[in-house]
C-alpha cells in the first residue's frame, strides 16, 4: 500500500520480515502515530497479535506464519512456538490456517523464511483478485458502507473488503465510502479512515448507531465488509456490529457482501453457532481510549465478533469469484 510519511510517499505493507525480525506497522497507534513494533522473538510475536499491535483475519495469519519463520531461524522448539502463536485470538481462522502450513512445511525440510514469504504473496495475491471480482459489482457514483477495518492494514496490502473499493476508486469511478467507527477500538475511525486518506477516496466516519439511519434515507448502495472465519453453509463471523449491519441492510433491501480469501473459510465447522468467539477485557468498553466513559462502578461486556446468518448475505467475494454463501462451500475448492 501506498503511505505518506512526514513528506515522504512510501510504498510498503502492513507487516513484513527482515534480518530475522518480524517487524509490524503499530496498528495501536495510528492515526496519532506511525511507529514500526519489532518482534524479535515467537513471545514478542504472539504480544503483538494478543495486544492487536496487528489484527485484522489475514494479516494475524501472515504475522503468525513469520513468527514460526523466526522460530524456525532461532532453532526453537517448533511445537511450542506454534502453540504460543496458537493460543492468541481465538476467532480468526487465518491464524489457524497460516500456523498449520508453516508447521507442515517445516517438518517436511522446507525453508521456512521462503515458505513464510510465499505465503503472504499469495495470501495478498488473493486479495488483489477479490478486488478484481468485487470491483465489477460497484457502479458509478455508489455509497459504499463497511465496518471495522477490512483494509490493506488488516491483510499486509490491499484489504478485503477494501480491495473492491480501492480498485474501483484506481479505475476512476466516483465512489464514497461510510466508515462505521467500530468501537469499543475504533478500527474504523482510526484504520479504515486513514486508509482511504492515504489512497484518497472520499469518505465519512459515522457512529456505530447511525449506519441504519443513512440506510434508511437511501444513501448507502452497498455494504461490504470482512471475515474472520466462514462455516460450511456460509455463515460469517466478523468484527461485533456486522450482524446489526447486515440486517438493516436487508430490511432496507441493500446488498450486503463479504470478502474473504481461501484462509478465512473453515468448512470444518457447519455452521456459525460452532465459531469461538473471543471476549475481550471490560476496559476496552469503559474506557474510550485512555478515558474513561462510565461510572467507576459499572462493569462492562465486550464480545469482540458477531455471526451473520448467511441468510442476510447477498454474496461472498473471494479470489475464485463472487458466489451466494450456500455456494461457497460448494465453489471454494482449497488450494
Ligand atoms: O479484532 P480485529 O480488529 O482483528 O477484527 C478485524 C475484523 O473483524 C475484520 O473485519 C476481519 O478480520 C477481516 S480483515 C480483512
Known amino acids: 500500500?501506498?503511505?505518506?510519511?512526514?513528506?515522504?510517499?512510501?510504498?510498503?505493507?502492513?507487516?513484513?520480515?527482515e534480518d530475522g525480525v518480524v517487524k509490524l506497522i503499530d496498528q495501536r497507534k495510528l492515526p496519532v502515530k506511525f511507529e514500526i513494533f519489532e518482534a524479535k522473538s515467537t513471545e514478542d510475536v504472539a504480544y503483538a497479535i494478543k495486544e492487536m499491535?496487528?489484527?485484522?483475519?489475514?494479516?494475524?495469519?501472515?504475522?503468525?506464519?513469520?513468527?514460526?519463520?523466526?522460530?524456525?531461524?532461532q532453532k526453537r522448539n517448533v511445537e511450542e512456538a506454534f502453540q504460543m502463536l496458537k493460543n492468541t485470538r481465538p476467532t480468526a481462522?487465518?491464524?489457524f490456517f497460516a500456523l498449520k502450513l508453516m508447521k507442515e512445511k517445516i517438518e517436511n525440510g522446507e525453508d521456512a523464511i521462503s515458505a513464510a514469504e510465499?505465503?503472504?504473496?499469495?495470501?495478498?495475491?488473493?486479495?488483489?483478485?477479490?478486488?478484481?471480482y468485487g470491483?465489477?459489482?460497484?457502479?458509478?457514483?455508489?455509497?459504499?458502507l463497511t465496518h471495522c477495518n477490512a483494509g490493506a492494514l488488516a491483510v499486509g496490502d490491499w484489504g478485503t473488503a477494501?480491495?473492491?473499493?480501492?480498485?474501483a476508486h484506481r479505475n476512476g469511478k466516483k465512489i464514497f465510502v461510510w466508515v462505521d467507527e467500530t468501537r469499543p477500538r475504533l478500527q474504523g475511525a482510526r484504520l479504515t479512515a486513514w486508509e482511504m486518506v492515504q489512497e484518497g477516496i472520499e469518505h465519512a466516519v459515522i457512529a456505530d448507531n447511525a449506519a441504519g439511519?443513512?440506510?434508511?434515507?437511501?444513501?448507502?448502495?452497498?455494504?461490504?465488509?470482512?471475515a474472520d472465519r466462514i462455516t460450511k453453509n456460509g455463515d460469517v463471523a466478523n468484527k461485533i456490529g456486522t450482524y446489526e449491519k447486515a440486517v438493516v441492510a436487508h430490511e432496507n433491501g441493500i446488498p450486503f457482501y463479504v470478502a474473504a480469501p481461501i484462509s478465512t473459510f473453515d468448512f470444518s465447522?457447519?455452521?456459525g453457532d460452532e465459531i469461538p468467539i473471543e471476549e475481550r477485557r471490560e476496559e476496552e468498553v469503559l474506557y474510550c481510549r485512555e478515558c474513561r466513559i462510565a461510572p467507576q462502578e459499572s462493569r462492562a461486556r465486550n464480545p469482540a465478533f458477531d455471526v451473520t446468518p448467511a441468510k442476510y448475505i447477498t454474496g461472498i467475494i473471494t479470489e475464485k469469484g463472487v458466489f451466494k454463501p450456500e455456494e461457497v462451500h460448494r465453489l471454494m475448492g482449497v488450494d
Do not use: S
Open 53 to 73: 499491535v496487528v489484527r485484522g483475519a489475514p494479516a494475524i495469519g501472515i504475522t503468525a506464519a513469520y513468527g514460526m519463520a523466526q522460530a524456525t531461524l
Open 269 to 271: 465447522l457447519e455452521n
Open 135 to 144: 470491483e465489477k459489482l460497484i457502479l458509478e457514483g455508489y455509497r459504499i
Open 213 to 226: 439511519y443513512f440506510m434508511r434515507k437511501g444513501e448507502v448502495d452497498m455494504v461490504i465488509v470482512g
Open 162 to 167: 477494501t480491495a473492491p473499493i480501492r480498485k
Open 93 to 95: 481462522h487465518d491464524l
Open 118 to 132: 510465499n505465503y503472504a504473496n499469495d495470501i495478498i495475491g488473493r486479495c488483489e483478485k477479490i478486488g478484481e
Open 1 to 17: 500500500m501506498k503511505i505518506n510519511v512526514g513528506n515522504e510517499a512510501k510504498e510498503m505493507r502492513a507487516v513484513w520480515f
